[in-house]
């Protein structure tokens, strides 16, 4: 037996599924997919896009934040549908990072400026400092410059993991 609606946010089909041989129930998810998208590194090298590892980064950025989990999910997906959009096979890192970037930034302030951090490489704080001054994210126009300083301070990362 099969169910088949669109999923909440229209960009795939839900289908409810039964085994014809234990009896048991589960959902998948289904999305059209334009092309394979290939990302060009900095480097030159060239890897299969990956929604996983976009999803996995947005999550990192958004930890411990107060943004709904399907504000998140819409979020990859349009940025997802906007680089299958451009009608390109290969797009390049910075055009991912990009529209990462943009959209966080409407999103939660807090994960931009986290993603900001290590999408940008800061190496020194004066870069960072100058990024939230340039960004227009200076202590005059946050209302509480906690939210930024709390929010970067719960970020869990060890000199081991990889950016």
Same mark, same amino acid.
């Given at each position: 037996? !099969?169910?088949?609606?669109?999923?909440?946010?229209? #960009?795939? =089909?839900?289908?409810?599924? /039964? &085994?014809?041989? &234990?009896?048991? %129930?589960?959902?998948?998810? +289904?999305?059209?997919?334009?092309?394979?998208?290939?990302?060009? !590194?900095?480097?030159?090298? $060239?890897?299969?896009?990956? $929604?996983?590892?976009? +999803? $996995?980064?947005?999550? =990192?950025?958004? $930890? !411990?934040?107060?943004?709904?989990? +399907?504000?998140?999910? %819409?979020?990859? /997906?349009? =940025?997802? @549908?906007?680089?299958?959009?451009?009608?390109?096979?290969?797009?390049?890192?910075?055009?991912? *990072?990009?529209?990462?970037?943009?959209?966080?930034?409407?999103?939660?302030?807090?994960?931009?400026?986290?993603?900001? /951090?290590?999408? @940008?490489?800061?190496?020194?704080?004066?870069?960072? #400092?100058?990024?939230?001054?340039? +960004? *227009?994210?200076?202590?005059?126009?946050?209302?509480?410059?906690?939210? =930024? !300083?709390?929010?970067? *301070?719960?970020?869990?990362?060890?000199?081991?993991?990889?950016?």
């Amino acid at each position: 037996m !099969k169910d088949s609606r669109p999923s909440e946010d229209g #960009a795939a =089909i839900r289908r409810r599924r /039964s &085994c014809s041989e &234990c009896g048991g %129930r589960f959902t998948t998810f +289904e999305r059209v997919q334009l092309r394979d998208l290939m990302v060009v !590194k900095r480097s030159g090298r $060239r890897t299969p896009f990956d $929604r996983t590892k976009l +999803e $996995r980064s947005v999550a =990192i950025a958004m $930890r !411990k934040r107060p943004v709904d989990q +399907e504000r998140t999910d %819409r979020m990859v /997906s349009g =940025i997802v @549908r906007q680089l299958e959009s451009m009608g390109e096979t290969d797009i390049t890192s910075d055009t991912v *990072g990009g529209l990462v970037m943009e959209a966080l930034k409407s999103l939660d302030v807090v994960a931009y400026v986290r993603y900001a /951090s290590v999408y @940008r490489d800061f190496r020194e704080t004066s870069d960072f #400092a100058k990024f939230l001054g340039d +960004e *227009g994210l200076s202590n005059e126009v946050i209302d509480d410059p906690r939210d =930024i !300083k709390q929010g970067l *301070g719960e970020q869990d990362i060890s000199p081991s993991d990889d950016a």
